[in-house]
Structures are given as C-alpha cells and as structure tokens.
C-alpha cells in the first residue's frame, strides 16, 4: 500500500521570505504523480502544483516549486516570497497512473508572519 | 454549477441518529469521490463513483456507511446509527473524467462538518 508521511505538523515563515515543506512516499509502483493541495480555513482543498514521476524537471507554479527526488521518494514544497494568503493546511498527496484516487498525508499547518 | 456544492455546512447530531450529506459535482463531471477528513488527520478515501457506479468502495469503514448517485450527477453519503468516532469533515470532489494520468484536476467541495454528541 502506498503511504504519504509530512514529518512537519506545524512550520511558520515570515512574510516576504522561502519556506520548504518536506513530504515522503513510499511505492512500488513506477507511474505515478505527486500532488500539493492547499487548505485554507475555508476547508476547500485547491491544487497548487502537481509533478508526474516521469518527469525529471521539478514543477513549478508561479511562486511554488517543487524538489522532487525519485530514488530518495521525497517530495518538498517550496513557497518564495510568502504571502499572509498563504497561510493554510498543506496537504501532499500520491496517485498511481491507473488509480481514480488519491492518498494523503496528515498535512503541515503554515503560518506566516507579518 | 461553478463548484462542488456541498450540504449541510456543519451538522449537529445525536449518537445512534442517521445523517445524510449531500454533494452537487461541477456540471459534467462524471467522477465523483467522498473522503473524510478526521482531526488532525489527512484525507482518507471513502468512495469513487464513476457515473452512478461506485467501482471503489474500499474506504467505507462500515456497513453504517453508505453512498449513492443518481442521474450522474448529485451524491448522498449517508451514515446510519452515526457513533461519536464519525465526527469528522466530509468532503466531495469531482473530476471531469479519466485517471490520475488524465491531466484532470480534482476539485474539492468545502466539506460538510459533521459533529456527533
């Protein structure tokens, strides 16, 4: 089975400044895409950045990049530039190719400081 | 509609009452998914409807749970003799169709709180 760990419940970042979130899988398979979901106090779960394992170049979205590392199944958020909006529950999450749903982890709680 | 609407928001129930909540998918989407989202805890899968079949219901954690879908689109999720241990924020999603290698982004309702006293 596959599984998702988020080491980090809770981390804080000053506004302005980078921030990385750490998550691990653990899989046999080898098609397989990783995904970081945001969740504000809205309780709405939104997309922020999605990586397929195929793809050696990290994904990136605006201010959000990922470093994924495939042989060590590691998977980090980075936020630059953090904003008061980013403060949220981040979520990664694993999907097979083949598979219609999604496993997650337990989430890290960001704040950022004014 | 513009999102997946879901409803109740937040309910109130007693111990040993039968609960139902309800999702309304983005028009047109013909994947629908339930998961549960306990306190403190991450999103666990309860169930995946493609159209109004259900090809996975591996997550539901007891035969109290039950969930079905009609004419393609709305959803129920019903909990029967609700226990204290169901309190926890349900929520829906939808997807246009397909697999996760589809490129099809899931998109999630704001979840219903369901709160057992």
New interface residues.
Partial sequence: AQT?T?SQPEMSVQEAETVTLSCTYDTSES???LFW?KQPP??????VIRQEAYKQQNATENRFSVNFQKAAKSFSLKISDSQLGDAAMY?C?F?????????????TKLTVNP | GAGVSQSPSNKVTEKGKDVELRCDPISGHTALYWYRQSLGQGLEFLIYFQGNSAPDKSGLPSDRFSAERTGGSVSTLTIQRTQQEDSAVYLCASRKRGVVSSGNTIYFGEGSWLTVV
């Fill in positions: 998702v988020q098609d397989y895409y979901y809205s309780r709405q779960m939104i997309l979520f999450a999907g097979t190719g083949g598979s219609e749903k999604l496993v997650f982890g337990k989430g």
